[in-house]
């Protein structure tokens, strides 16, 4: 993988961590209920994948 794509993985990577900080906090100060779940849910999804993509870029 050259240079400049690993960039931009790790952008889309950081990216992804950093909105689902925000997806979490947003998910417990102003909702509730299974709305509060589905958030939450997609929001750790999205950390998870953010960390996979961090995770790759170290390892190659």
Excluded: Q
């Excluded at 993988?1 to 961590?17: A, H, N, T």
Aim: hydrophobic share 65%; charged share 10%.
């Amino acid at each position: 993988m050259d240079p400049m794509m690993k960039m931009w993985v790790s952008f889309i990577g950081l990216g992804l961590m950093a909105l689902s900080a925000v997806m979490i906090t947003f998910a417990r100060y102003k909702t509730k209920g299974a709305l509060k779940g589905v958030i939450s849910l997609v929001a750790f999804v999205m950390l998870f994948v953010g960390f996979i993509l961090g995770a790759f870029i170290v390892l190659t």
